[in-house]
């Protein structure tokens, strides 16, 4: 889908030098994944991708991905530091299934947002997809030439605080792996869960969670009038641990914290800091 080249405002754009992109590709791969991850692969198609999650048989998060089409192979847009972890899962599950799994290093990925449809990009070399997750994220895209260049980009620092401005989680920056559970953490308001799909590993544990409705945490937005403390810090009210701090930039996180205390009035504390802790509206 390349760019118009169209002028006026332009958005926000940043190369995403954490990301890695993953090929599954081979007669056998909508199939193969159909039966492994937590959203539904017959959803994507040239114009529309997908993100889902991949979970342990107890249904606790693994890892999470973009999945898009591109000349009829599947790609996964996934964190780079796991991605060898991703292609060592998925492998496991391949016997016999007639699917090729490979990370393609020439591959980046870059993200969009602010006044959409007025592209940075120059035309060509690209696929870009609308972030399926929550329309205020905007535009992903990976760059399939390794010398096309874009327009105007900004340090990717910006669009990770623009992310956590809108109190969206991202991965193993913010859940903690085979620990978190993704309904904690919004993920089926997130668009990354199909409850009428098939079976996929971890479906079971998911589904009790939402029928059951006994959330006791959820992710969270925090901010405070200083730099927050790194991830798994303790979240304190009084002497007891309610939750603990996810991925932050500066003074503005998300935290996993328990319902009913972030919600009390009482102060909220976390590596001797008081912080003021707000669902996301997208979860409200």
């Known amino acids: 889908m390349p760019s118009n080249g169209a002028s006026g405002a ?4 940043s ?3 954490d990301r890695a992109v993953i090929a599954v590709r081979g007669e056998d ?4 994944l159909q039966g492994l991850i937590t959203n539904d692969i017959n959803k994507v198609t040239r114009q529309t991708a997908i993100f ?13 991905f973009f999945i898009m089409e591109l000349e009829g192979n599947l790609l996964l847009e996934t964190a780079k530091a796991t991605a060898t972890d991703v292609i060592k899962r ?11 799994i490979a990370e393609m290093p020439h591959m980046r990925v870059g993200a969009e947002w602010g006044q959409i449809g007025i592209s940075n990009l120059e035309s060509g070399n690209f696929v870009l997809y609308k972030d399926p997750r929550l329309a205020e994220l905007g535009n992903r895209f ?17 669009y990770e605080l623009h992310r956590l401005k809108l109190g969206v989680p991202e991965g193993n920056a913010d859940l903690t792996y085979n620990r978190s559970f993704p309904m904690q953490w919004g993920y089926d308001k997130l668009n990354a869960i199909d409850f009428n799909k098939g079976c996929y590993v971890g479906q079971e544990v998911t589904a009790r969670s939402k029928h059951l409705g006994e959330l006791r945490k959820l992710v969270h937005q925090v ?7 790194p991830k798994d810090t303790p979240v304190m009210s009084g002497e007891k641990e309610v939750g603990t701090m996810a991925g932050s930039m500066g003074a503005v996180g998300l935290a996993l914290l328990n319902i009913e205390a972030a919600h ?3 102060p909220l504390y976390t590596g001797g800091i008081e912080i003021k802790a707000s669902l996301p509206q997208w979860i409200r």
């Open 223 to 229: 901010t405070a009038d200083k730099e927050l403390p």
């Open 10 to 13: 332009m958005s926000n754009t």
């Open 15 to 17: 190369i995403l030098s």
């Open 142 to 158: 990976i760059l399939y030439n390794s010398e096309f260049q874009i327009l105007n980009s900004q340090n990717e620092s910006a």
């Open 29 to 32: 791969a909508r199939t193969f």
């Open 90 to 100: 998925l492998s496991m599950y391949k016997l016999r299934a007639k699917v090729e």
């Open 264 to 266: 009390s009035g009482k």
């Open 52 to 64: 889902a999650a991949l979970l342990s048989p107890q249904g606790k998060f693994l890892h999470d």
